[in-house]
């Protein structure tokens, strides 16, 4: 174990904002400095001048603070919890707290009563997640269904539906089209029909699978899938299974919230990977992306047409921003008035 450098929770902070500052919008970056800053200051309230005392029970108590005290919905006190925990596990980088100490942060599990608004990927565990697709999978089936699905915010069917012909690599876009008279509808039929921009480094992956891992199969109607299986086109079944699996943190992050050892796991057999209780289905994955476009200052009209979902619906079923998150972006906004 290595010996932690001391170090103030504010300057913490400052560093923590510096650093970030080029990798996150303005708005994000403003989101995470407010939420920092109400943490910084509890630990400053309790004489905590040095961040290697930190501990998991420190944070708890923080949260349930929060819940009860400051009457934290739950789309908020998640904000605030996965905000901290990128927090601590950049504080863990730099030696600043205890290793390991940010897969103790916990942020809130709803139960089926209380509905999936909030049951998203965040922006940094889908980061993780791909990240250790490509140093592990690179250019896997997994890999590329897992990337295309986060960066277009499609649903499965949308991206079950590609076909080779659908990717533009030159222009960087695929196309997803309504084709139900061979086992392809989207949902909003013809009216989810749309072209979708991709990045240069989306559609280099994309590009090294088409030349190199793609099966050359044709599915059942005679047409060529984009992503293909030794039997055709991808299920939504397989799609299912790929996210529940590489979510699972002991895959992406070498470690288990539940205290599991991933060696007797049963919940890391192919069979069971659904049973995870850490892991998400494919519905996060476009629930996060979702908020993840709209913390990046994309504009609501545009990440409704890119995922192919109304703005009311986005405000009511898929915006995971708090509102103080939107008050922050904003003022970001009036600043620059």
Not at 161 to 170: N, P, Q
Not at 210 to 220: C, P
């Amino acid at each position: 174990m290595s010996e932690l450098d001391p170090i103030d929770p504010t300057q913490a902070l400052k560093l923590y904002i510096a650093d970030r500052r080029s990798s996150l919008a303005k708005s994000s970056l403003m989101s995470h400095r407010s939420r920092l800053t109400a943490f910084v200051d509890w630990l400053d309230e309790r004489d905590i001048v040095n961040l290697n005392e930190l501990t998991g029970r420190m944070i708890k108590e923080y949260q349930l603070e929060g819940r009860e005290e400051y009457d934290w919905t739950v789309s908020t006190e998640k904000s605030y919890m996965v905000t901290i925990r990128v927090f601590v596990r950049w504080c863990e980088s730099i030696e600043a707290v205890e290793s390991g100490l940010s897969e103790r942060v916990q942020s809130p599990v709803l139960d089926e009563n209380q509905g999936v608004r909030d049951v998203e990927l965040d922006s940094e565990t889908a980061q993780a997640v791909l990240e250790n697709l490509e140093r592990y999978h690179y250019c896997s089936r997994e890999h590329v269904t897992l990337a295309v699905m986060w960066h277009t915010m499609g649903r499965c069917g949308a991206v079950r539906s590609l076909d080779l012909e659908d990717f533009e690599s030159k222009e960087q876009y695929i196309r997803f089209r309504h084709r139900p008279e061979t086992d392809t509808s989207l949902k909003n039929k013809h009216k989810s029909e749309r072209h979708i921009a991709i990045s240069e480094e989306l559609a280099d992956l994309l590009d090294e699978w088409v030349e190199n891992k793609r099966l050359d199969v044709t599915d059942e109607y005679g047409r060529r899938p984009l992503i293909t299986t030794q039997h055709g086109r991808i299920s939504q079944t397989t799609i299912g299974i790929y996210a529940y699996k590489y979510t699972q943190p002991c895959r992406y992050a070498g470690t288990c919230p539940e205290g599991r050892d991933p060696q007797t796991c049963e919940s890391t057999e192919h069979k069971n990977v659904s049973t995870c209780p850490a892991s998400v289905s494919p519905h996060p994955f476009r629930r996060g992306s979702i908020t993840h476009w709209l913390r990046s200052d994309v504009p609501p009209r545009a990440v409704s047409n890119r995922a192919d979902v109304s703005e009311d619906v986005i405000d009511k079923h898929y915006d995971e921003r708090s509102d103080q998150d939107k008050m922050e972006q904003r003022r970001g906004y009036l600043d620059n008035v």
